[in-house]
C-alpha cells in the first residue's frame, strides 16, 4: 500500500502591510507556472494606496527585474539576498563581514565587449541571459540598462550574515535602520500562520482551482476585516510586566462568530471581548523555524 503524498496546485504570493496587518494585494498562480518576481513586479506597478511604501521581500525575490520595476515605478524596497548573488552584483570573490555600498550596475543582454555602449565601465557590466526574464531589454537586443543599487551586508548572530539590496537613501537609512526594518518583514510570516491554521487557508472544501481561489479570496478578506476591528480595540496595560497585545487568533474567532449571527442570537460586544484576549510582547525572543511534512485532511475535517 502506497503512501499519498499531497501535491499543491496552487501557489500564492501576497503583499502585506506591516504597520496596519492587512492584506493589499494577492497574486494566485498555478503551482508549476508561479512566477515570484512577477508578482512582486505586478504589486509594484499597480499599487495604488497612500503613502510612500518600502517593499520589503525575502531571499526569493532578489532579481534584476524585480529592482529594474521599482526604479521605473518610484517605489522604494528592501530585499533579502544571497551571498551568490551579492558578490555577481559587487563583482567580489569573497564578502566581507560587514558592508554597506553602491553598486551602479549596466544591464545588457550581449557578453560581447565590442557591442557595449560604455566601454569604460566594463567592471560595471553584467549579463543578463536570454532566458531569464527582463522587461526593459528585449531578447535579442543590444540595449542597456543602468541600476543602481546599495547593498547591505550585517552580522545577525555569532558567524552568520545578512545581505540586504535596497535603494533607500544611505543618508536618510543607516544600516541600524535597514536591519530594523527588514527585521519587520516576520509580521507576514504570523499573519500567514493566523491566515492558514485559525482562518483555515490551509484547507478547503472545493477542489476546482476556480472555486479554491475564490475561498482564498475571501479568507483574506475575512483576515482583513479582523485587522480593521482589533486596530480599534483599546487594550488596558495595568501593571503588567510586559506590555500587552491582542490575541490575534483569538479576536479571529470572535470576529468571524460575529459575522454569523442570524437574527435572534444574542449579541455581544465585539471590541471589548476582544480586548479581554491578550499575549505578553516578549521582544529579543529567538526560534528555529521547524520544517514538518504534513497530509492532506479529509473533507469531512475543515474549517467552515
Known amino acids: ?6 501535491f499543491n496546485m496552487l501557489h500564492i504570493v501576497a503583499l502585506y502591510d506591516l504597520l496596519s496587518k492587512r492584506y493589499l494585494d494577492c497574486a494566485v498562480q498555478k503551482a508549476r507556472l508561479k512566477n515570484e518576481f512577477q508578482a512582486l513586479c505586478d504589486f509594484m506597478d499597480r ?13 526569493g525575490f532578489a532579481s534584476y527585474n524585480v529592482f529594474a520595476h521599482a526604479q521605473e515605478s ?35 543582454r550581449t557578453q560581447s565587449a ?6 569604460d565601465l566594463a567592471e560595471q557590466y553584467r549579463y543578463v541571459s536570454s532566458d531569464v526574464s527582463f522587461d526593459f531589454i528585449e531578447r535579442g537586443s543590444y540595449d542597456e540598462y543602468p541600476l543602481s543599487l546599495r547593498v547591505v551586508r550585517f552580522e545577525i548572530a555569532d558567524g552568520f550574515f545578512e545581505n540586504i539590496v535596497t535603494n533607500l537613501n544611505v543618508d536618510l537609512f543607516s544600516a541600524d535602520d535597514i536591519m ?10 504570523t499573519s500567514f500562520r493566523v491566515l492558514k ?18 475561498e482564498i479570496w475571501a479568507r483574506l478578506i475575512l483576515f482583513n476585516f479582523c485587522a480593521i476591528i482589533t486596530a480599534h480595540v483599546v487594550i488596558a496595560q495595568n501593571d503588567s510586566k510586559h506590555v500587552r497585545q491582542v490575541n490575534f487568533a483569538m479576536a479571529m474567532k470572535i470576529c468571524h462568530r460575529f459575522i454569523r449571527l442570524k ?7 465585539v471590541e471589548r471581548l476582544i480586548g479581554s484576549f491578550t499575549l505578553p ?11 514538518r511534512p504534513q497530509s492532506p485532511a479529509s473533507f469531512c475535517y475543515r474549517f467552515s
Not at 565590442?114 to 566601454?119: D, I, T, V
Request: overall charge positive; proline content about 5%; glycine content about 8%.
Open 263 to 269: 437574527e435572534g442570537d444574542p449579541t455581544f460586544e
Open 197 to 214: 491554521h485559525t482562518i483555515g487557508a490551509i484547507n478547503f472544501h472545493s477542489k476546482k482551482a476556480d472555486y479554491i481561489e475564490q
Open 74 to 108: 518610484g517605489r522604494f524596497f528592501l530585499v533579502r539576498a544571497k551571498d551568490i548573488n551579492v558578490r555577481r552584483f559587487l563583482n567580489l570573490q569573497t564578502l566581507p563581514d560587514s558592508i554597506d555600498t553602491r553598486a551602479d550596475l549596466v544591464l545588457s
Open 47 to 59: 499599487y495604488s494606496y497612500e503613502g510612500i511604501p518600502i517593499f520589503i521581500a525575502d531571499r
Open 114 to 119: 565590442k557591442k557595449r555602449l560604455r566601454p
Open 180 to 189: 530594523h526594518l527588514y527585521h519587520l518583514r516576520w509580521g507576514i510570516e
Open 281 to 291: 510582547i516578549r521582544p529579543g525572543r529567538n526560534y528555529a523555524r521547524r520544517h
Open 1 to 6: 500500500m502506497g503512501i499519498y503524498i499531497g
